[in-house]
């Protein structure tokens, strides 16, 4: 009965600590481009931060967002497509101290808004695609 019993907790464990590292890293980004994205646009219809790799090959924003294999992610938007409307640049800043006292005064997040959809090579790391 101890044998089965140590057994179980191992295995427990090792599979709890598999799962804990398995998964993708979280970070707040998406969530800051998404917000900022849906805030920028003036008329009703679905927004999308997506993602844009930071290098010197990658193409402006206005294509990906026209792009008809982004569009066909989404059912809702495959028939009507996507075009660009903003891009941005989402930084890595230090996180604040959770102490307000600390945490006063201090440079935060960080975004830079480029209006436009044209910037090649590493510039935005975000465009603002929505339905048309």
Same mark, same amino acid.
């Given at each position: 009965?101890?044998?089965?019993?140590? *057994?179980?907790?191992?295995?427990?464990? +090792?599979?709890?600590?598999?799962?804990?590292?398995?998964?993708?890293?979280?970070?707040?980004?998406?969530?800051?481009? %998404?917000?900022?994205?849906?805030?920028?646009?003036?008329?009703?219809?679905?927004?999308?931060? *997506?993602?844009? #790799?930071?290098?010197?090959?990658? *193409?402006? !924003?206005?294509?990906? !967002?026209?792009?008809?294999? $982004?569009?066909? %992610?989404? #059912?809702?938007?495959?028939?009507? /497509? +996507?075009?660009?409307?903003?891009? $941005?640049?989402?930084?890595?800043?230090?996180? +604040? #101290?959770?102490?307000? %006292?600390? /945490?006063?005064?201090? $440079?935060? +997040?960080?975004?830079?808004?480029?209006?436009?959809?044209? %910037? /090649?090579?590493? /510039? #935005?790391?975000?465009?603002?695609?929505?339905?048309?």
């Amino acid at each position: 009965m101890a044998i089965r019993f140590l *057994v179980l907790i191992t295995v427990t464990y +090792l599979v709890f600590s598999k799962l804990a590292t398995a998964g993708p890293s979280y970070n707040y980004y998406d969530e800051i481009a %998404q917000a900022t994205c849906t805030a920028m646009n003036t008329r009703a219809g679905w927004v999308y931060a *997506v993602r844009r #790799p930071c290098n010197s090959w990658t *193409v402006p !924003c206005q294509n990906i !967002c026209s792009s008809p294999g $982004l569009a066909a %992610q989404d #059912p809702q938007v495959s028939s009507i /497509g +996507l075009e660009c409307f903003n891009s $941005l640049h989402v930084y890595h800043r230090p996180v +604040l #101290p959770s102490d307000i %006292q600390s /945490g006063t005064n201090k $440079l935060g +997040l960080k975004v830079y808004r480029y209006q436009s959809c044209n %910037q /090649g090579s590493c /510039g #935005p790391n975000y465009c603002c695609c929505r339905s048309k």
